[in-house]
């Protein structure tokens, strides 16, 4: 007997039940011809729906019903529907750990981040996630702490656990030893020694940007507040600053430049030693959000909003100020629904060129980066 809600080769049934040898029957027997008592045999007592109570349901063979649940082209519309009609009203719920066993992988994206704490980082990862479970996939995140040897472990562990593919902000220089056999896309930074895509923005162009908007509006004396440059996005941003001042014709001077900012207790920390100095700065650029979450409370707390200002990287009532904070868009969200986006694309087509994806970046005027001396 062939299902005719199955399209099928005249070789091959795609439930299984026609035959493979001209007009020779199957000896399977199609669920509705069985009767009350072989329906309740198949079906248990208590516990969660199975796939078989699935296909009986829907009149269709287990391998249908196998088929449908793992979007088999193959099987006609027709059945599709009725075999989904059915795991609806029965409530099945598939097994996600079985399927990863028979498929050898798990549906389940690995995301490792700096740090979950990160404002940029939490953007990127609420935009990962939308976008995944738009496809039916789950994210797993953690994060590195900026550990090479914490990153390289939780890398492992994800890769036992068969993730689908990985998203990677990384930490550290060599990554050779990442198992080319897992489909990486990186995130905001390059891997030295990793050959993988990679969604970044352009941090050096940024900064020269916002230095160049300062310089501007009259500023000479122009201050640097971020991270390490052995970061490097960090280390773009305090070139990009340098060149900016350079191609300006602006003096340097190192005594306005902290690059040991990890924290924004760090920041606020460097906006008091500044301001109490001989010659402070008249306009600073904060090349981090976390170094922003210092920087503007030390500058109100010390009744200096006159200085003026440009943060790398929006936040939480950045436009509520007075002034508001002019801001270079770091846009998280698009990062990460870019990457998102692009690691979906590697797993559907493995053999996609490496590629090296940008993502705009943009100066939003509010006030404290127009202000003059």
């Known amino acids: 007997m062939t299902d005719l809600g199955a399209t099928a080769s005249p070789e091959v049934a795609i439930d299984g039940k026609a ?50 649940l793992n979007d088999d082209p193959r099987v ?36 490792v981040v700096e740090s979950i704490s990160d404002p940029f980082f939490a953007e990127v990862i609420d935009a990962v996630e939308l976008e995944m479970s738009r496809h039916g996939r789950s994210v797993l995140v953690t994060s590195t702490r900026r550990d090479p040897a914490w990153e390289r472990d939780v890398i492992g562990r994800m890769v036992q656990r068969r993730v689908a593919g990985l998203l990677l902000c990384p930490t550290g ?60 996005t960090s280390g773009a941003r305090l070139h990009g600053y340098r060149d900016a001042l350079a191609r300006h014709q602006v003096e340097a001077d190192e005594e306005l430049v902290n690059c040991a900012c990890p924290t924004s207790q760090a920041a606020a920390d460097a906006v008091r030693a500044l301001l109490g100095g001989s010659r402070p700065p008249t306009a600073i650029l904060s090349a981090t959000t976390r170094a922003s979450l210092g920087v503007v409370p030390a500058l109100h707390s010390a009744g200096r909003t006159d200085i003026g200002l440009v943060s790398f990287g929006d936040f939480p009532m950045a436009d509520s100020l007075r002034p508001a904070v002019t801001v270079v868009d770091h846009p998280g969200h698009e990062v990460g629904r870019v990457a998102a986006a692009r690691l979906l694309a590697r797993l559907d087509q493995p053999g996609l060129p490496v590629e090296r994806i940008g993502v705009p970046a943009r100066l939003i005027e509010r006030g404290s980066g127009e202000q003059r001396p």
């Open 19 to 68: 035959g493979h040898n001209g007009g020779m029957p199957s000896m399977a027997q199609h669920p509705f011809e069985q009767g009350p008592f072989e329906q309740l045999k198949q079906r248990p007592a208590s516990g969660p729906t199975r796939l078989l109570d699935v296909a009986n349901a829907a009149g269709v063979s287990l391998r249908t019903a196998s088929r449908v």
């Open 76 to 111: 006609a519309p027709v059945t599709r529907q009725r075999v989904q009609a059915a795991m609806l009203d029965l409530r099945f719920e598939p097994d996600a750990m079985a399927r990863s066993l028979r498929a050898g992988t798990d549906t389940t994206i690995g995301f």
């Open 173 to 232: 220089d060599d990554h050779a030893w990442l198992d080319p056999r897992v489909p990486v896309v990186l995130v905001d930074r390059p891997a030295p020694g990793l050959p993988a895509d990679l969604v970044e923005i352009d941090d050096h162009r940024a900064a020269f940007g916002a230095v160049a908007h300062l310089i501007a509006h009259g500023h000479r004396r122009i201050a640097y507040i971020g991270d390490t440059p052995a970061i490097p």
